[in-house]
């Protein structure tokens, strides 16, 4: 299987992190993608354009990252990182939660990526920074769960909460001690969270 991602992107981190812990690593090549050049193949693979995409033996093309993890789950015998009953709902929820958190991130990203400074709309980044504020807000109340082998939720969550660490210089930390602590203990306990990471 071919994966086709980018290093710094939050969900391809989230598949990276599925796969390792489903034991599926080397079950997959990772191809560097470039979702901006109109030449890269990944507007063929996947018509919207974006990553994570995951491409089969027989050329299927499988998106988003909800997708390929739960093929990754389904893969690995089933029920790993997604359960079954009160529980999938449950971590399903975290992952859309920590799902919205990325895209605001990275909406902001496009936003300052793609505008000079005197077109960026402050409105629209502040609409989205409200979004990971509540967020993370709600999270740091309620806390956040952590299985011994981490379900989808948890590690959406980390991936999420890294994205803030790369683009916005952790800013997130000074008001959330419990998420700060959260992390922590997810590095230290999922080897390729700290092998996925990136700086720049």
């Not at 507007?43 to 995409?53: D, V």
């Not at 993890?69 to 929820?93: C, F, H, S, W």
């Not at 997130?172 to 990471?197: G, I, M, N, Q, Y």
Request: net charge neutral; charged share 25%.
């Amino acid at each position: 299987m071919i994966l086709r991602s980018s290093p710094p992107s939050p969900f391809g981190r989230k598949v990276k992190i599925a796969a390792a812990i489903l034991g599926l690593s080397d079950k997959i090549e990772i191809v560097v993608t470039d979702t901006i050049d109109p030449a890269d193949s990944i507007r063929q693979q996947n018509p919207l354009g974006k990553i994570p995409a995951l491409i089969l033996a027989d050329g299927t093309a499988l998106y988003d990252s909800r997708v390929i993890v739960e093929y990754l789950d389904l893969m690995a015998g089933g029920g790993k990182l997604i359960p079954n009953g009160a529980e999938r709902i449950q971590t399903l929820t975290l992952q859309a939660l920590a799902d919205g958190i990325m895209d605001a991130g990275i909406l902001q990203m496009y936003e300052r990526r793609f505008r000079d400074e005197d077109r960026r709309e402050a409105k629209w980044i502040a609409h989205q920074q409200g979004k990971i504020d509540r967020a993370l807000a709600y999270l740091e109340q309620t806390g956040a769960p952590l299985h011994t082998t981490p379900l989808i939720g948890e590690i959406a969550l980390a991936c999420a909460l890294g994205y803030l660490d790369l683009r916005f210089e952790g800013t997130w930390r000074a008001k959330h001690p419990k998420l700060v602590a959260w992390l922590d203990r997810f590095a230290a306990a999922v080897p390729s969270f700290e092998k996925t990471r990136v700086t720049a």
